[in-house]
């Protein structure tokens, strides 16, 4: 079998290069002012944001009005590997630009439309996420934040918690329960809510490897008043937005995953030829580390490869049950690495576990260990993906 790229894909990945290497921001800028948090956009990843949006390279597969350029689901598959591989992310504030924009544009009026997606696209504005709170979670229908009506407006009392971004972000696209006595999952609706609104509070929650401090927040709101007009989709409707919000270019992310696994595990055959181990010999003379090199590459490898059979059958317009098992196994994987890549420098991989580090520093092994575990939370955490899994792909009765 030869697994290789046409000439016009390989074409378009040439041309994404070329623009990377004169377009990205400089390691001095991203060195300079790193984001707070993941609504905090600096000077230059704004213009960064823009410079893409303009280039039709901010979200390519969709249409050039929108910051893309109608790319096909080949070419977003190159874009994605290639983004993977250089230092800054293509945008910051990715609940806003990957979330929230796409559900605005497919359940939003038009006057939201007008006054929220170009602007975030363009990187003028924010937004946070206000979906979890302390008693739900994986159980998002089982939510309390209750918006009732009053007048012209909704009147918000709750708390949402790991809300990103929230002190930094402009707007929240909160979910919140608008019929007390509908079953649970019939009386959530969706209202975006102004950041600098009167009685809305947000707490930053400090985090464990100090990335982004202040990314986390709990966020209060005791009589927030929102215009009923800010209610996106219809009321009591807000449920099918969950599932579609989350679903929204989930189908892609493994793409980077597995190329930034795959640039890991480069760094630490590099590693082996320098680093010694235990007995003072070269680590990569050493028949664990080259076992457990080689086993975390081909399960690397396996997975990569499992993600791009899923894409074909996606390519065309099959089901395509490789991707919910890809969340899940790449979380788990990144883990393992990680793990295993601090074990392998000893107390180095310490070094730069408390300091903002550069773009293309060495991956600090230990610090984003700890940081692993949030990929299998976010999002869905690996259990309920296993009961996906189970239910949905394997078709296995609930209990
Ligand atoms: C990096 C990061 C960023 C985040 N950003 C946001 C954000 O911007 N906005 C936002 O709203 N939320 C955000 N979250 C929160 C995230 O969505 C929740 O943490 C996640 O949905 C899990 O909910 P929970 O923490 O309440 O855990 P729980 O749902 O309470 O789960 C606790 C444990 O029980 C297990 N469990 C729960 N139900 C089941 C079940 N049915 N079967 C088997 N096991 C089960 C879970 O797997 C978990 O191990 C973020 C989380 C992380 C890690």
Request: proline share 6%; hydrophobic share 35%.
């Given at each position: 079998m030869k697994l290789h790229y046409d000439?016009?894909?390989?074409?378009?990945?040439?041309?994404?290069?070329?623009?990377?290497?004169?377009?990205?921001?400089?390691?001095?800028?991203?060195?300079?002012?790193?984001?707070?948090?993941?609504?905090?956009?600096?000077?230059?990843?704004?213009?960064?944001?823009?410079?893409?949006f303009n280039a039709g390279l901010l979200v390519p597969g969709w249409p050039k009005e929108l910051g893309g350029r109608d790319a096909t689901p080949i070419q977003q598959l190159i874009y994605f590997e290639e983004?993977?591989?250089?230092?800054?992310?293509?945008?910051?504030?990715?609940?806003?630009?990957?979330?929230?924009?796409?559900?605005?544009?497919?359940?939003?009026?038009?006057?939201?439309?007008?006054?929220?997606?170009?602007?975030c696209l363009r990187g003028e504005i924010t937004w946070c996420l206000g979906?979890?709170?302390?008693?739900?979670?994986?159980?998002?229908?089982?939510l309390s934040t209750?918006?009732?009506?009053?007048?012209?407006?909704?009147?918000?009392?709750?708390?949402?918690?790991?809300?990103?971004?929230?002190?930094e972000a402009d707007f929240c696209f909160c979910f919140v329960r608008t019929d007390q006595d509908a079953p649970k999952h019939k009386g959530?609706?969706?209202?975006?809510?102004?950041?600098?609104?009167?009685?809305?509070?947000?707490?930053p929650l400090p985090e464990l490897t100090d990335r982004h401090h202040g990314d986390f927040n709990e966020v209060f709101f005791d009589n927030?008043?929102?215009?009923?007009?800010?209610?996106?989709?219809?009321?009591?409707d807000g449920w099918r937005m969950a599932a579609g919000s989350l679903a929204h270019e989930r189908g892609m992310l493994w793409t980077g995953q597995c190329a930034r696994i795959e640039r890991?595990?480069?760094?630490?055959?590099?590693?082996?030829?320098?680093?010694?181990?235990?007995?003072?010999?070269?680590?990569?003379?050493?028949?664990?580390?080259?076992?457990?090199?080689?086993?975390?590459?081909?399960?690397?490898?396996?997975?990569?490869?499992?993600?791009?059979?899923?894409?074909?059958?996606?390519?065309?317009?099959?089901?395509?049950?490789?991707?919910?098992v890809m969340k899940l196994a790449c979380g788990e994987m990144e883990q393992n690495l990680f793990l295993w890549g601090a074990e392998v420098t000893g107390p180095r991989s310490l070094d730069t576990h408390h300091k903002r580090v550069a773009y293309d520093a060495p991956a600090p092994w230990a610090r984003q260990y700890l940081s692993s575990f949030s990929y299998t939370i976010a999002g869905g955490t690996s259990e309920i993906q296993r009961n996906i899994i189970a239910q949905r792909v394997l078709g296995l009765p609930r209990k």
């Open positions: 000439e016009e894909t390989e074409k378009f990945r040439t041309e994404l290069r070329d623009w990377l290497s004169k377009n990205q921001p400089t390691k001095a800028e991203m060195d300079a002012e790193p984001p707070k948090s993941s609504a905090h956009l600096p000077d230059w990843a704004r213009a960064w944001q823009l410079r893409l983004f993977a591989n250089i230092g800054p992310w293509r945008a910051y504030n990715m609940q806003g630009v990957q979330i929230i924009t796409p559900s605005i544009l497919d359940f939003g009026t038009e006057g939201q439309k007008e006054r929220f997606v170009l602007p979906m979890s709170e302390p008693g739900a979670g994986s159980d998002l229908a089982g209750r918006a009732d009506r009053d007048g012209d407006d909704f009147v918000i009392n709750g708390q949402k918690v790991w809300t990103s971004g929230a002190a959530i609706s969706v209202l975006i809510i102004d950041m600098k609104s009167e009685g809305l509070e947000a707490r927030v008043r929102v215009p009923a007009s800010n209610l996106v989709g219809k009321l009591n890991r595990l480069r760094e630490l055959v590099e590693l082996g030829k320098t680093q010694k181990g235990p007995d003072g010999k070269p680590l990569n003379e050493s028949k664990k580390f080259k076992e457990e090199l080689g086993e975390l590459w081909t399960s690397g490898q396996a997975l990569k490869f499992m993600g791009y059979r899923g894409f074909s059958k996606f390519a065309r317009g099959e089901a395509s049950p490789e991707h919910s």
